[in-house]
């Protein structure tokens, strides 16, 4: 073959020669230049946020440096090359990083040319095995015919030539003759598969020992993730500009990550925006950092803001104004990167939900005149654009194998969305996209450029499941001289306890005393059907909005019918709304936006606008929005302290408004594992809580809420030794492979037959786009029947006969899927 390949290329775009990127000599060029342009961007920051010493940058660049060189030397393989040039389908004996490790680890002529770099080539040898998130003990050899390793191709030599110049090395060592490798000793070869490759885990877990110290644990995940960051930026780069001429990756680095940056400016015109539009006050000439006369800045905002400590915690209820103090936060440690002469600061705004996060992006970031701002999370629309091509085998994860074209193009997404977050200043996403990188999650981890050079707020963590909060704990522990601002309504003891053990002069800033002490709710428990329905009907009367919280969502949709019964000639058909997961998201999203504006209209007597919003767990986050009255069902005390939020929220010390009623019911009787999807002492605790705050007084305030659960709470010490072992992006060490960001729920997303039947957007394979794919799928139950049905990518798709979905397109009205009988 006359050049060895590292992707794949249309052939009748460029019939005499592949294009530049498509070459294995200059993607790998790339890539090194990648890393060095990273290295120098990043490297600096990165190193001072896990507090390693800067003595180690010249270990980590090199070790980096290296990384990137070997990464793609065992793409020489004949199946490879076979499988980039015309055969896509062909099964490969071993994967190209897994070769590369073979050939730097264990040939006796690489490991003696690259001596110079003996201390920092477990480093690099691990990085380049794991660039891919798919190599560990899993990572076994295929039954495939013998495969050839081209290492006395010109091209190879080139690469080995580049690669011993830019590392200080001598000349490479002569490769004359190619190396086959076979599955076993049975054939014929220089190499047995799985006779050496289970000699290079046995030499890797030996070297796990030089890993026990914190601070190599910490320069190894840094030298794997850029790594991977570096090869995401050669890819797109190169692909984009065709010829090696027209681009370079040290301007694409500089231009995307050290140029951009978010201005004290910027945040101040963000603050003001805000504060102006909620304003009595009409907004005239009045410059940008302005403040109207009746905006007052609490001192509880100030004291965030002020805070120097590299991780605050604020802990403060509704309508204390966290969010406003969460940018004046990072307006100041915007100042002081600005002062430290840094030009590459960057806010992210995580939230626990995509639904939270889309509001939060409405009210605060997207008319905050912001040149750059990007909303992140799973199902944000997106632009997918025309990536370098390797195969689409090369992209699949091993639960994507039956279909690696859609898990190309679902990479490929990752790759434009992550890249695209480098030069953005202010994201506002879900946690995912920062914590995933503990699970070596793919958006996460392409994203950690951005990451590194940023400051993160975390709000609502009390809604964090066990894992995803681990992941915060690890996060925190390993990242210390990261500016993180937490912020939440109330936390249980125990993880307050596991912040403090991993950052020991943590001190939470409580909320306003005026705002925590507001007597907002007047709580009432197991009230009879006749007093709910009772308190309901009076409400409306009032053209009050009623919020009617249930724990499941088949019983959601149950008080839904009967509201749309006995009010059918009291109020306007949208008047009443069911909300819960069992809608697709593009139904969801447009029932929210219309529950959010029915609730914004104001409850005065001469305008009567009454609302009835039945809903699930899922309004405990994803709604902003205060009701005059809250029924829910029993649920464990900091879902109901959630709900709770939603009830009097916008009462104020200064306009104060009379407690208004929680109507907390019981479960329905004799129903089995009622307490389903909480556990049973969770129940239990929260009716001792019930009980013990209805014996203090007959009204409360937020404090009385959080203050009563610490006094009761008897929870066990958060386990931390298990975070730290799940928290696989540090854990891991030479295996690397994505795990687990969230705990797993209850239910499975799935697209509707008669939907994908329908299907009109769809890519060049013929498959529905990602996009259209984000907007249709809905969530149902689990059943093990799920796993047999047909997949499109990693989604199953619902039989009509097994899955009913109820919903009006023209009115926007109905229940959503459920299973038939």
Not at 72 to 96: C, F, N, T
Not at 420 to 437: E, F, R
Not at 585 to 597: C, N, P, T
Not at 721 to 744: H, I, M, N, Y
Request: charged letters at 25%.
């Amino acid at each position: 073959m006359k050049y060895l390949l590292a992707k794949s290329y249309d052939r009748k775009a460029h019939p005499n020669a592949p294009p530049a990127y498509a070459l294995l000599t200059q993607h790998t060029r790339d890539v090194a230049a990648a890393c060095e342009a990273l290295a120098k961007a990043v490297g600096h920051v990165a190193l001072a946020n896990a507090e390693l010493d800067e003595s180690d940058f010249e270990r980590f660049r090199l070790a980096l440096l290296a990384n990137g060189w070997t990464q793609d030397l065992g793409k020489a393989s004949s199946h490879y090359q076979e499988m980039v040039s015309h055969v896509p389908e062909i099964q490969q004996l071993l994967r190209h990083e897994t070769i590369s490790a073979l050939l730097v680890w264990q040939d006796a002529r690489f490991r003696q040319w690259l001596t110079p770099l003996s201390h920092v080539l477990t480093l690099s040898v691990w990085g380049a095995a794991g660039h891919h998130r798919k190599f560990d003990l899993r990572t076994v050899p295929k039954q495939s015919p013998v495969l050839t390793v081209h290492i006395k191709h010109e091209d190879f030599a080139a690469i080995l030539k580049e690669m011993g110049e830019h590392l200080g090395l001598d000349a490479p060592p002569p490769l004359e003759t190619d190396l086959t490798i076979a599955y076993d000793g049975r054939e014929s070869s220089d190499i047995a598969a799985v006779e050496s490759l289970r000699d290079l885990f046995d030499e890797f877990e030996d070297c796990e020992a030089q890993f026990s110290d914190t601070h190599e644990r910490r320069l190894l995940a840094l030298v794997k993730g850029f790594g991977i960051a570096a090869d995401v930026a050669a890819s797109a780069v190169a692909a984009r500009k065709q010829s090696a001429s027209d681009y370079s990756l040290a301007k694409f680095v500089a231009d995307s990550v050290t140029s951009v940056s978010l201005q004290t400016t910027d945040l101040t015109k963000l603050i003001s925006r805000w504060a102006w539009e909620r304003s009595e006050i009409e907004h005239l000439s009045h410059s940008d950092d302005s403040l109207p006369p009746d905006f007052i800045v609490r001192g509880f905002q100030n004291q965030v803001a002020e805070s120097t400590s590299h991780l605050t915690l604020a802990q403060a209820g509704c309508g204390s104004g966290k969010s406003l103090a969460a940018y004046m936060w990072a307006r100041e440690w915007c100042a002081r990167v600005a002062a430290e002469g840094r030009t590459n600061f960057r806010l992210f705004f995580c939230l626990p939900t995509t639904g939270t996060t889309t509001e939060h992006f409405k009210d605060y970031a997207l008319e905050s005149g912001i040149d750059d701002v990007s909303l992140t999370h799973s199902r944000s629309s997106v632009d997918l654009q025309m990536m370098a091509e390797t195969s689409a085998q090369e992209e699949a994860d091993d639960e994507d194998t039956g279909n690696p074209a859609r898990a190309a193009l679902n990479a490929a997404q990752d790759k434009i969305e992550s890249l695209a977050l480098w030069s953005t200043p202010l994201i506002v996403t879900t946690a995912d996209t920062v914590l995933g990188l503990m699970s070596n999650a793919r958006k996460a981890v392409y994203s950690l450029p951005a990451i590194m050079s940023s400051a993160i707020v975390f709000d609502e963590i009390h809604a964090f499941d066990e894992r995803m909060f681990g992941h915060l704990l690890v996060f925190l522990k390993n990242f210390p001289r990261l500016p993180v601002l937490l912020m939440t309504a109330s936390l249980p003891d125990e993880r307050l306890a596991a912040l403090k053990s991993v950052f020991p002069d943590l001190e939470p800033i409580a909320g306003p005393v005026e705002f925590e002490t507001l007597e907002r709710y007047r709580l009432e428990s197991y009230p009879t059907g006749g007093d709910m329905w009772c308190a309901v009907d009076e409400c409306v009367a009032r053209g009050e909005k009623v919020l009617w919280v249930r724990n499941r969502v088949e019983w959601a949709n149950e008080v839904y019918r009967q509201c749309r019964e006995r009010y059918a000639d009291k109020l306007s058909r949208d008047a009443i709304n069911v909300y819960h997961s069992r809608l697709r998201y593009k139904d969801r999203a447009l029932r929210h936006r219309r529950v959010i504006d029915r609730f914004k209209q104001p409850t005065v007597p001469e305008l009567k606008v009454p609302a009835i919003l039945v809903a699930t767990q899922v309004a405990e986050m994803s709604l902003d929005l205060s009701a005059d009255l809250l029924v829910t069902d029993l649920a464990p005390v900091p879902s109901l302290i959630q709900r709770m939020g939603r009830l009097n929220r916008r009462a104020t010390p200064d306009k104060p408004q009379d407690p208004k009623p929680a109507l907390i019911c019981a479960l329905p009787p004799d129903e089995p594992k009622v307490e389903m999807p909480y556990e049973k002492h969770e129940m239990e605790l929260a009716a001792r809580w019930l009980g013990f705050l209805q014996e203090c007084k007959p009204t409360a305030s937020q404090r009385d809420l959080s203050e009563a659960f610490s006094k009761l709470n008897e929870a066990d010490e958060f386990d931390i030794a298990r975070a730290e072992k799940e928290a696989v992006f540090f854990s891991g060490l030479w295996r690397t492979r994505p795990a687990l960001t969230r705990d797993e729920g209850y239910t499975v997303s799935v697209v509707l037959e008669a939907d994908l039947a329908k299907c009109t957007e769809r890519d060049r394979q013929g498959k529905p786009t990602a996009d259209w794919m984000r907007r249709y799928e809905v969530a149902i139950p689990i059943k093990d029947e799920v796993m047999k049905w047909e997949r499109v990518g990693t989604v199953r798709v619902a039989p009509t006969d097994r899955v009913a979905y109820d919903y009006d397109e023209a009115t926007g009205e109905g229940t959503g899927a459920k299973w038939r009988n």
